[in-house]
């Protein structure tokens, strides 16, 4: 087949590298444009990244050459992938599915928008339908979420469909990585940790809603959040304690976890055969360690145990570059093409 | 008034080292002794310990000299403080005690014992009196809780007196120093976050049931308590959500944390006028910059504002090797000398 | 005595206030104005400075409600000190002399101008006398040197006076604060080290010569540099070997070192009554455990060893922010004083 | 071709799990046997490093289940690595090698014995001949050099040979899994950096002289190092100044490094084409971003400049576990095998 045109919007960031480096190999995409902010556009990407890549390996052969442009909606492009800043991700997102193109953004803008699927695949792959509602012909935006609702998501989605979730503690211990780049000064958190990152809890506590939900109606439970910000550079730890509305054993807490396996059958490029691996050792998962599973697609799991309040607590771990952020939306992507949405 | 006659057990270590640190220049006790395990015993103390010494400032002079002993209940002190470890401490405490010794110990061994104060002398000074039930005369051990539940409860006790506690989440980023030395191995740590202390999730969680129960009964109220170790020096984070039986407003939960002054009128040395300080500014607290406030002796809290869950969530933070281990020791052997038991 | 009225230029960056802070509780100067860049002018120095306070302890009450004023040479103060960037500094210094301020500056713009006194009092207090070409009447500029040059200089100085210099490698091991706030990203830095600190070399290559020269030739020896960034908070490492004109036995140098003490007798406040300690273990120093030493005004040295190309070799720590920065300049203003120069 | 049969002992360390990592994917080479220490024999290899498993991914699956035998000479096997401890390494290879097994050793031992080659392929092929002076028949030991001493080889080696060396200053910061595991205490290093490893000097200053000289005579030139530990993970630095007999141009200089490829043309499997990489980037080389370059046996070079003393100074980065030691070793076997040693 004839591999589809994308585009990278915010193609400089620490997000943007990412999914340049996902798209360079990717069996069904090519990357055709490269957009980024003026202070960007004009010069070769490599020119434009060298001095801030911070992707594994190398910059990409086949675009290090391509000349960066700006963010307008002239790329001869069907598809579009947008690791803009939210802010700036709005109205330009917005302008690319006017124009047609079909956009799938990592921006927190359009997230909560109601005709705006916020997808997880593997927890509401129905949603994706909602785009039609965009009535933008063939343009339209699809969302994924936050980086760390993304773990929340993954590991609550076969709980939640087994045994109902009706309440849900969630403390984060998130990487550098998910601030950008400069992002976190070494000064604030070398020997350190912060126990606040602006914005962050409030995401988590409604955005699972959204995609946990019907089509139309958020899901009917409660999240609380506490995040924090530590010194490890890739992988957000999230310890959850969750209440269910028909409490499983252990063992059924657990194979209902690693058995879940809602895509299977797609053929899904980035789609990993089980989206969650449970652990067996009992200081697992961390960030140094398991952020790479799957290739950074995987949530692993760890420390299953019943609670003294809810039911059962466990830690997950979600990289948040790749199953939070680029990884994600390539994701979407390839659900979008795998359901005809992109011809 | 003549200083009261002390021994250190374990003063070895980098809880003895803070004790060390404290007791030289403690207003009302004098260091008699210095006892360790057998590998240090008849070294000088700076030999011994000079080449892990890790308290603030050098070895103190006034006992940089002295022979080091082993933990034998033979030494001329009327009170003794135990950092020894957990298991080893034990015996040796009870041994201690059984001579005649009123033993303050930081270790795990005694602290669920029905006659053993588990004392924080903030939330429940009355508890010293179980200390007569061990019927040793002058003897007895009075315990200081694991160095997070010191936090917890802390912040808890101005609460649970004015609106009632009912139920407690609380999630734990603890730094290296609460692992001993040499402790966590740096390759497991740096760039990374571990999920997991051993025991330490159990003793939160039913520490602070008996230091909030009356002497005879625990408190009954059920915490939750997800516990991680993080590349910071000094200082346990504690990100706490709580049911209260009365929810007060905002200023009303955020008046009874700052006006907690419990011990006001006492005149113990280690105590702060206020044990606990609410930091205004929304980043805080944080254990690079929070950790030495009251000299090590204060909680900070940050963050207050209502839960979605529970009534409202904090962040609380403790200083794990003072308010935590070696301050809390040597501030129970205060309200025990107040209150008559060291003459 | 009535105190010496001052002044400091840029007090909101990380080096400002570290001059704000040592200078609040100075016996001989009292701070009448804080200045800075017009995003801070107009604010009260807490507000500006809050969310950024860098120093240890809190912001000094004295100053909290400072109201913060652009960098005018309006001020009623005698004496100034400026810890404004390099770049910005030049004109502005320049400016405030002209008026007839004395200005005792850290930045780089001056260092190396022939009439500008580059300035450690232990080393070339002659040097001082250089003002007076500058034939500005009651006003002049004082430049203290480089951070890891205060450092090496302090070491070099008693083997030059005593034993002839005549070559030096030096390697630098910076901590992060040498970058300013907020500087080094972590991203770049956590789990990593970085060789190369723009314009760095070349500084400690020059700027020594001029320091131990007489008052109109650089010294005649050689210096080569490598300096590297490490996640260190405070304290920069230099690692040393030295050629010299005489070859000491070992316990000549080590003597030569520990008992350099020029300053002695003049009284000054900042200055510590050795500047260099040789500290008797052999994994000394390390910046965590001796940046603070002589409040950061004393260079811990270690490691004392021949060489097997040059004489000798050891590794020097120096506090960045006090010795390389703030408390330098406070002992050049310290010294300007005493020999009149403030009258 | 039949693999050939070889042993791993000390395979539970950091560096033998390297070794098992490498080996269990290698084309010529296939492991029996796995030996360690009294604690480890008898239980299945991924029982014994489970809880310690240091190496990139999971335990090789082809020998997770081989059971641990201890280091005895009983293997059938034809080559044996050792990455075995100095001190206990010495009579164990020896027993090895008089029982004619051809011992790859990493440990220091017989690095500096006369008879046993201290083999880095590109720099001292030939060396390999001494081997036969050992007159153990099919037996024999070689040792690949100290960690930072490979990087230095590999960087002077190409200078040597093209300008001749005359003296070399070279300070190295080092990581963290240099120490192996659990190594370096957290305490000691997280925010710190630390100027002292035992031995590492002494093996630097005199381990190159062996290599670079003939297989009779050491090297005549001389080489003052500085060692210091930093909190990298993998991957050390090393920042050098050399005086060359010849003085190149820099052109000259870098091309002589990165065309440096004298192992072309034996297909050794482990053996880059290049060697060194030059990098043109102002900050690298880095150990987080260049230590994988070639599989960790690329030696990546940066920042060549003049230098003020000597003629020219650079940095060069070597992975420690790789080039430094397990892959080293293995790059050993495989010229010993290329040159007929293992038949």
């Known amino acids: 087949m004839d591999k589809i045109r994308v585009a990278i919007l915010g193609a400089t960031g620490i997000v943007g590298q990412r999914l340049a480096a996902l798209l360079a190999v990717h069996p069904w995409f090519t990357v055709v444009a490269l957009c980024a902010s003026a202070e960007s556009a004009g010069l070769r990407y490599d020119e434009a990244v060298r001095a801030r890549w911070r992707a594994p390996g190398e910059i990409p052969p086949s675009l290090a050459k391509t000349v960066v442009r700006p963010c307008l909606p002239d790329v001869e492009a069907r598809l579009v992938f947008s690791a803009l800043e939210s802010g700036a991700a709005g109205p330009i997102e917005a302008a690319f599915a006017q124009e047609g193109y079909f956009v799938c953004s990592n921006a927190g803008d359009h997230r909560m928008s109601p005709n705006v699927p916020l997808l997880v695949p593997e927890a509401n792959a129905d949603h994706l339908a909602l785009v039609q509602r965009q009535a933008l012909g063939s343009g339209g935006i699809v969302a994924n979420p936050n980086c760390s609702t993304a773990g929340l998501v993954l590991a609550l989605a ?78 957000h730890l999230l310890s959850i304690a969750v209440e269910l509305a028909q409490r499983p054993t252990l063992e059924g807490l657990v194979s209902a976890l690693s058995s879940f396996a809602p895509l299977r059958g797609l053929g899904l ?67 979008a093409f795998r359901r005809g949405y992109l011809h």
């Open 158 to 235: 076969p709980l939640h469909r087994s045994f109902g979730v009706r309440q849900v503690f969630v403390a984060t211990l998130q990487a550098l990585s998910g601030a950008g780049y400069p992002g976190v000064p070494s000064l604030d958190i070398v020997g350190n940790a912060i126990p606040h990152i602006p914005g962050e809890e409030d995401k988590i506590e409604t955005e699972p809603l959204k995609i946990m939900g019907d089509q139309t109606h958020l899901a009917d439970f409660r999240i609380s959040a506490q995040c924090h910000r530590v010194a490890a550079a890739e992988g």
């Open 269 to 335: 490029p980035t789609a990993p055969a089980f989206p969650l691996f449970v652990h067996p050792e009992p200081d697992r998962p961390q960030p140094l360690r398991d952020a790479g599973r799957g290739a950074g697609m995987t949530v692993t799991i760890g420390r299953v145990r019943p609670d003294r309040i809810f039911d059962y607590k466990f830690t997950a771990l979600v990289n948040n570059l790749v199953r939070g952020a680029a990884g994600a939306a390539v994701l979407n992507a390839e659900l």
